[in-house]
């Protein structure tokens, strides 16, 4: 079970009393119910149902009152830190809604078709709700896969930031589950693939036309745009993420994985080191603070590997330098500007290729530092997105 170090203390008689001599105990969230215990280890000596109860935020900095089932327990724990706190806080509500049903298997819920897709903690299957008949893209997460606290909350963070956005430029909520085993959660199926799809292609049987691309990435734009205009960053956006609605279309796509999604006014958390290498801005790389920008220079290395099968950069170390130098350029009026590495032949000649408007694109979504970078409202006007490419 996921586990967090916390202060607890349980209310008696219309006070809050500490329920052990130091006031901490592990909590672990698990099946539907909080479980305590004395160490990371041990057996669990009380526990609290979820489902009927309700949180509230308390008096002191970063605590949660967690009411039981009817209120049949008052508790109080008082987190180490705020993203703590907000990560528990998503978890404790979904449980406490009914958002997450409690089941014993996955059948229970759907009939599970062909496998679609695997990642390094889930695997995405095609499936179809008993009850209604809607086909949906199951993603089930073993709980193996997901030992520690944050992991667990990432996933939570997920469902509550698909039912917010509700399909709006992201594939739509179809329902989520729990076992003892596993986490599920439904979603809207997209039958084209993905851009890893696309670029995987583009390598073996040679480059996407530039219209086809452009028309890709002004997709992603529009549906990242909507992401924006709620006050989120994205923050893993990468070619395994974007999806096409309908087989041989790069025109309709949705953003999944929403599990590393971030909101803009919780400064504490842009200070984190997230994402996908390859596709990550070299500011959160170097964890230096960011903002939506961010997201720009993932849209910049996507196009990059669509055109040339390359990322911007080879290492995390190479993304870290490239930053400090445009820093010191710019304080020295010079502009830093990305261009392939001369070592690749093959991308050089592929770079080469590419319209001046695609170069320029490219260029100004990696542009370093951060503060050099457009925003996604003046790309989606951007000659490369805007214009027919003959």
């Given at each position: 079970m996921a586990s967090t170090f916390a202060q607890i203390f349980e209310r008696r008689g219309g006070c809050f009393r500490r329920e052990v001599c130091k006031g901490r105990l592990w909590?672990?969230?698990?099946?539907?119910?909080?479980?305590?215990?004395?160490?990371?280890?041990?057996?669990?000596?009380?526990?609290?149902?979820?489902?009927?109860?309700?949180?509230?935020?308390?008096?002191?900095?970063?605590?949660?009152?967690?009411?039981?089932?009817?209120?049949?327990?008052?508790?109080?724990?008082i987190f180490p830190t705020t993203a703590v706190l907000e990560g528990w806080e998503?978890?404790?509500?979904?449980?406490?809604?009914?958002?997450?049903?409690?089941?014993?298997?996955?059948?229970?819920?759907?009939?599970?078709?062909?496998?679609?897709?695997?990642?390094?903690?889930?695997?995405?299957?095609?499936?179809?709700?008993?009850?209604?008949?809607?086909v949906?893209?199951?993603?089930?997460?073993?709980?193996?896969?997901?030992?520690?606290?944050?992991?667990?909350?990432?996933?939570?963070r997920e469902i509550e930031t698909l039912q917010?956005?509700?399909?709006?430029?992201?594939?739509?909520?179809e329902g989520c589950a729990e076992s003892n085993d596993s986490f599920f959660i439904a979603s809207e199926l997209?039958?084209?693939?993905?851009?890893?799809?696309?670029?995987?292609?583009?390598?073996?049987?040679?480059?996407?036309?530039?219209?086809?691309?452009?028309?890709?990435?002004?997709?992603?734009?529009?549906?990242?745009?909507?992401?924006?205009?709620?006050?989120?960053?994205?923050?893993?956006?990468?070619?395994?993420?974007?999806?096409?609605?309908?087989?041989?279309?790069l025109r309709d796509t949705r953003l999944l994985d929403l599990g590393l999604s971030l909101h803009t006014d919780i400064q504490a958390a842009t200070l984190e080191t997230v994402g996908t290498d390859g596709y990550a801005a070299p500011e959160v790389v170097a964890g230096k603070p960011y903002a939506l920008n961010a997201d720009v220079f993932?849209?910049?290395?996507?196009?990059?590997?669509?055109?040339?099968?390359i990322f911007p950069f080879s290492s995390g170390e190479e993304a870290v330098s490239s930053l400090a130098a445009a820093e010191e350029g710019l304080r020295l009026g010079n502009l830093w500007q990305w261009e392939p590495p001369a070592e690749e032949d093959g991308a050089q000649k592929k770079w080469s290729a590419l319209s001046a408007?695609?170069?320029?694109?490219v260029q100004r979504c990696l542009a370093l530092p951060p503060s050099q970078r457009p925003g996604v409202d003046d790309l989606i006007v951007h000659p490369f997105i805007s214009s027919k490419i003959p």
């Open positions: 909590l672990q969230l698990d099946s539907g119910r909080v479980f305590f215990s004395s160490n990371a280890t041990s057996k669990p000596t009380s526990s609290i149902v979820l489902e009927g109860g309700s949180c509230s935020r308390g008096e002191e900095r970063n605590s949660l009152v967690v009411e039981g089932r009817h209120g049949s327990t008052s508790t109080r724990i998503t978890a404790l509500t979904l449980h406490q809604s009914g958002v997450i049903r409690q089941i014993n298997r996955a059948e229970d819920v759907w009939r599970i078709a062909d496998k679609l897709g695997e990642g390094a903690f889930s695997s995405v299957y095609r499936a179809t709700a008993q009850e209604g008949e809607k949906v893209a199951l993603k089930i997460l073993p709980k193996r896969l997901l030992p520690s606290s944050s992991d667990r909350l990432r996933v939570f917010f956005f509700g399909g709006d430029g992201v594939i739509s909520f997209c039958e084209g693939g993905t851009a890893l799809d696309v670029a995987q292609a583009s390598e073996r049987e040679g480059p996407l036309p530039e219209q086809k691309i452009s028309e890709c990435i002004r997709s992603v734009l529009l549906c990242l745009q909507r992401v924006h205009l709620r006050g989120y960053i994205h923050r893993d956006i990468k070619a395994e993420n974007i999806a096409f609605k309908v087989k041989g279309s993932s849209v910049g290395a996507l196009t990059l590997l669509l055109c040339c099968q408007h695609c170069k320029d694109f």
